[in-house]
């Protein structure tokens, strides 16, 4: 139990919809989510396929503490190969959406080949029906929703979606679900996009039972109470993920400018202190917190946006309230283009919930095309008369909208940072790893970051490791090797449980292990849980080094690498990778050019 | 002393705890869809509203019944429905001016809250206290307290 132990299988090209039961011995093997789709896709498809073709499988994956009374058990993941990273692509998103896939009866729902129109999705249980989405194309991620649940009748619909930037392969494109969360990175929407699948909508009643109720509802009570009795989980809940941007502040970790500096002097104008502050009009950006699905942390900002700001002043559609910033938002809008007006970073933040993009690679593109237009390198000609310049916070919204609208020159920034600066003749100018934009942290402040960046199977990435102890502790290359390897390994079992990895702030593999050891059959000890972890990482390198991947791109920027940081606590220093990377290949048990070896494959019954 | 479950919207964070907690009392199975109590959601998440049986003293629903399968608990004051009385004919489910009485077409039975014998899983399970279980003569207790505070700053 626990599991539905049943997935279904959509072939857009054939028009079919079938059930099938869930592979057990795999579920056994890699737990749920993350682990179990990547299984799955490993199986289902070769590496090698263009992540547009239609034979690129799109899975939508719930773990097996999805829906059940653990705290953030909303938890589902996209897993596809990303046409971002030409890599595998793991996107994790909260709201309501996942929680619902999984009470209508599936551990996984598979997508695959590619509709001659364009269709949505409708399950409601085991009832599955492939409908026309004619009059959905071309509309936004909001309408889709209002109008899914109006054409069905069902105000409890639950609706993930994509906008027209997906339609229209924007790298970058995300899934978005529940109107403001969204599977955010390495373009899973573009996927979507190229199946012509505007969305998935659906409705469950069957509900998830687990395997010792009794045991289960005492871990949850026991975990539940340690979460809520921890200070990182109170700041969460009070001042949001976008603490971080003071502490990134100080610390002289915050990429700005495209990572031209390290600090950014608006910090203060974008802050947790600055969105509860009214303004000269007296109004004040933050209204409410919001929680996910069974979610007691609720560190979501609901914001909004001064009428009278010139964004939405003449635009009463969006003066609702809506998804607020978080620390990538701000971040990615803010510093590293180096905007500090608030009710325009928040604008910002709507146009990507609203057209499906990656508020990260959106932010970081930009960032590089603004440098490129401060270079000269293009002008007012290519930019459709919009000036680029670092700090112009009318060029954010201008250019998120023509992105989100794939018109003009958002087309070019659609490409993503990589190839736009590909494009424009200057590769070096593109902040990211395999083709993925960094989020916001400067890896020559934060050194273990730099290796998780470089080493993440998805691109860079600020999610699929944790060493930010370790970094804060030194800041040298030295000990990051093997708490990035190992942190590694826990994320990926997080990541696969259906549970948040918020919760990490409390709880360690022993809290995930007592919630897991109750509701799933098998004997899942801490040992077991840790090797699962290990094994997942792993079948994500595997999949990577088949799509064609190698050492060559486990690599940072030259500007990280050579460019000494101009401030903060790290100033003069520059990323130490080439003194990490060996030792992490090594603690991974991978030959020097990266590859895992036949011992390490059959330790972890990969071979 | 009669309880009541009191509902402050304004500490709602829209978790679903409390549905998770309700079906898993009431089904065995964690299925907000059999839920007794109902989280709604406005405006992209600016409010959000729990909301359930609030046990009328006069209850329409009991009063409809032609069965007489719904009654008064005598330890917690809650309308209960007795599932081997109920026929399923769903008059009860018109009588409630609240619409907090719903069919439940897999078991052919109404379902409503009954308060869980006194032990309430929904505030239990609630991290933020936007539902409590209290006092059902002093509903207005905290709301009070407030007030008097706002009123009286220096007090």
New interface residues.
């Given amino acids: 139990m626990s599991w539905q132990r049943k997935i279904l299988r959509v072939d857009l090209s054939k028009g079919s919809a079938e059930i099938e039961p869930l592979n057990m011995e795999w579920a056994q093997q890699f737990l749920g989510e993350r682990g179990l789709a990547t299984k799955y896709l490993m199986e289902s498809m070769d590496p090698k396929t263009d992540a547009m073709d239609p034979g690129n499988i799109l899975i939508f994956a719930t773990g097996p503490l999805t ?3 653990s ?1 953030t ?1 909303g938890r589902y993941a996209v897993v596809t190969k990303g046409p971002l990273t030409n890599a595998i692509a793991c996107s994790n998103s909260g709201g ?1 959406f996942g ?1 619902e896939l999984k ?1 209508a009866g599936y551990d996984l729902l598979i997508v695959q080949g590619r509709s001659p129109q364009p269709v949505y999705l409708h399950i409601d249980n085991d009832n599955v029906e492939i409908l026309p989405a004619d009059e959905l194309w071309g509309t936004t991620v909001w309408h889709t929703e209002e109008w899914l649940k109006s054409r069905h009748q069902n105000p ?1 619909l639950k609706v993930a979606s994509i906008g027209v930037a997906g339609e229209n392969g924007v790298r970058f494109a995300c899934i978005v679900n529940d ?2 969360r969204a599977a955010g990175r390495s373009g899973v929407g573009a996927v979507m996009g190229s199946k012509n699948l505007k969305a998935v909508a659906v ?8 395997d010792d ?1 009794q045991r289960f ?1 005492q871990a949850v009570k026991d975990t ?1 109470a340690l979460l ?1 009795d921890n200070a990182g989980r109170r700041e969460l809940t009070e001042l949001g993920t976008n603490a971080m941007i003071d502490a990134m502040q100080e610390f002289g970790g915050l990429p700005t400018r495209n990572f031209q500096e390290v600090q950014f002097d608006g910090y203060d104008k974008i802050d947790p202190n600055a969105m509860t502050t009214p303004n000269e009009h007296g109004h004040t950006n933050l ?10 942390i ?1 560190c ?1 900002r ?1 914001a ?1 946006i001064d009428q009278e700001h010139f964004t939405i002043v003449n635009r009463k559609e969006y003066w ?4 607020g910033l978080e620390y990538e938002t701000a971040y990615a809008f803010g510093p590293v283009v180096g905007v500090d007006d608030i009710d325009a970073l928040t604008f910002a933040g709507y146009l990507m919930n609203e057209h499906g993009m990656d508020p990260i690679s959106f932010g970081v593109t930009l960032a590089a095309a603004m440098e490129l237009y401060e270079m000269g390198v293009i002008s007012d000609k290519d930019t459709d008369g919009v000036a680029l310049n670092f700090g112009n916070a009318e060029a954010l919204t201008v250019m998120a909208e023509k992105t989100g609208k794939f018109e003009g020159f958002g087309q070019i920034l659609g490409l993503g940072s990589k190839r736009l600066c590909e494009k424009y003749g200057h590769p070096e100018l593109f902040m990211g790893v395999k083709g993925q934009e960094f989020a916001g942290y400067d890896s020559r402040a934060l050194q273990g970051m730099g290796l998780g960046y470089a080493t993440s199977n998805r691109g860079a990435c600020h999610l699929k490791h944790d060493t930010f102890a370790e970094d804060m502790e030194d800041q040298t290359g030295k000990g990051k090797a093997v708490p990035c390897k190992e942190s590694q390994d826990r994320t990926a079992v997080v990541d696969s449980t259906g549970l948040c990895l918020f919760t990490t702030a409390a709880w360690g593999v022993e809290e995930f292990q007592q919630q897991i050891d109750a509701a799933c059959e098998g004997d899942w000890s801490v040992e077991r849980l840790a090797a699962t972890g290990e094994r997942i990482w792993n079948l994500e390198r595997q999949f990577n080094l088949a799509a064609g991947l190698s050492k060559d791109d486990d690599t940072l920027p030259k500007r990280l690498l050579e460019v000494p940081a101009p401030s903060g606590t790290a100033k003069g220093k520059v990323n130490q990778l080439d003194m990490m990377l060996p030792e992490y290949y090594e603690a991974r048990g991978w030959t020097a050019d990266g590859v895992p070896t036949k011992e390490t494959l059959q330790r972890l019954d990969l071979s | 002393m009669q309880k009541a479950l009191l509902i402050n919207p304004e500490k709602c ?5 409390c549905e ?2 309700c ?2 009392e009431h ?8 839920s007794r109590i109902k989280v709604f959601e406005f ?6 509203i729990p909301y359930t049986c609030t046990q009328c003293d006069e209850a329409w629903c009991l009063h409809a019944c032609p069965v007489e399968a719904i009654t008064i608990s005598p330890n917690t004051g809650a309308k209960e429905v007795n599932d081997n009385t109920c026929v399923g004919c769903k008059v009860c489910t018109i009588a409630c001016p609240f619409g907090t009485v719903n069919y439940n077409a897999d078991s052919g039975k109404v379902a409503k809250c009954d308060l869980c014998g006194g032990d309430p899983q929904c505030a239990e ?1 609630c ?2 206290g936007a539902i409590t279980y209290v006092d059902a003569n002093w509903t207005g207790y905290e709301r009070m307290l407030e007030s008097a505070v706002r009123a009286h700053p220096a007090a």
């Fill in positions: 829906g059940t009374m705290s058990s309501k929680a009470f409890l109107l403001h409705h469950g009643s069957v509900g998830v039972r687990v109720p509802m539940k809520w209204i409410t917190n919001k929680a996910c699905f069974g979610c007691t609720a979501g609901i909004h609702h309230a809506s998804g | 964070t829209s978790c679903l705890q998770l907690a079906s898993f089904e065995g199975v964690f299925n907000p869809a059999k405006e992209h998440g600016r409010r959000a399970a991290p933020t």
